[in-house]
């Protein structure tokens, strides 16, 4: 009886051991995926001004339309393609892919304008406001419930705004264009409802908008603007590559979404932006003082969020689990 005792406690011993060394590793794993995702996404600045002479607008249609072959292609060899069409059935559901692209199109077409146009420090602090502006829109629109801490963090972060309106005398329209465009995609994301994979949403969404691209192409081709195929195989090649520069650091965010925390995505998530404006900073951006003041301001604001969200993630380790609800005393929602 011992004897099988000692067997189980160790069977059970070894077993816990192996699903911890499972789970760092995996964490692990996740965190290089997230690391990897928000390197590209932060050195995309740098990779728009290698498209020169080529316009925002133009950019754009090609990012839309070779994203949306590489996604297609992707699709059909992993398989997903099915659970893609069964879950668009819905006009209204369609019409929420639509809704979205159109966001996440101004949002690109806003971000590459910014960084062909001398504001990538703008668009650095879009990105930087961007999870203040998600918890203010989950507040107003969906009425969730906020914490303290992120209470504080949103008001600090409309202060900092405030001041850079009035200091500098002029609304940092980029900046605020880029934070509402993607919190307003996420809002009307998490309205949709629609459980799909990175890879499939960003196929729908892509290939919704594909025929408005193909005509803007045409339309830039007709009109003398589009430089594609006019300076030269490296250049058409750069425009190509766009589909990939976008999917590949989607589907590393994906990998490591699957792998660690929400707070560790949250604490990442500030590379991209620190990346942003480092790049703005080499490529000569001016920064007032004024506009270093309502930086400061806004970063305040992160690290309050930032403390608020990993505070709360060992609150709800230590917290014990609560009873499962009795049969029948589940909301039906």
Not at 40 to 69: K, Q
Not at 203 to 229: D, H, I, K, N, R
Not at 309 to 331: D, F, N
Request: net charge positive; aromatic share 8%; glycine share 10%.
């Amino acid at each position: 009886m011992d004897r099988e005792l000692s067997a189980g406690s160790a069977g059970s011993t070894g077993s816990a051991e192996s699903t911890g060394v499972t789970d760092v590793s995996q964490a692990r794993a996740g965190t290089l995926y997230g690391l990897g995702a928000y390197t590209i996404w932060g050195g995309m600045a740098l990779y728009f001004l290698t498209l020169a002479p080529s316009g925002a607008a133009e950019i754009l249609v090609h990012r839309i339309l070779w994203s949306a072959l590489l996604c297609v292609v992707l699709l059909v060899v992993l398989r997903q393609a099915k659970g893609l069409l069964q879950a668009l059935r819905s006009p209204r559901r369609l019409a929420g892919v639509l809704l979205a692209g159109a966001l996440i199109a101004i949002n690109w077409l806003i971000y590459v304008f910014a960084v062909t146009s001398g504001h990538v420090t703008d668009a650095a602090l879009g990105y930087f406001l961007n999870p203040l502006v998600s918890v203010a829109l989950g507040l107003l629109v969906l009425r969730e419930t906020i914490r303290r801490g992120q209470a504080v963090a949103v008001v600090i972060g409309g202060i900092g705004g405030i001041y850079l309106a009035i200091a500098t005398g002029s609304v940092p329209w980029v900046a605020l264009g880029l934070a509402f465009s993607f919190g307003t995609y996420g809002l009307v994301k998490k309205r949709l409802g629609v459980q799909l994979s990175a890879l499939q949403s960003l196929t729908a969404e892509t290939a919704v908008l594909a025929p408005f691209a193909a005509a803007a192409m045409v339309w830039l081709a007709t009109s003398g603007q589009a430089t594609f195929g006019s300076h030269g195989v490296s250049h058409a090649l750069l425009l190509v590559s766009t589909g990939i520069v976008t999917t590949v650091p989607l589907l590393l965010f994906a990998a490591a979404a699957r792998r660690v925390t929400l707070v560790t995505i949250g604490l990442l998530q500030f590379i991209a932006p620190i990346l942003q404006f480092l790049t703005g900073l080499a490529l000569g951006e001016h920064m007032s003082s004024a506009r270093w003041t309502g930086f400061l301001i806004v970063w305040i604001a992160l690290v309050v969020l930032a403390a608020d969200a990993v505070r709360h993630s060992v609150r709800s380790r230590r917290r014990p689990p609560r009873a499962a609800p009795a049969e029948g005393t589940t909301p039906a929602t």
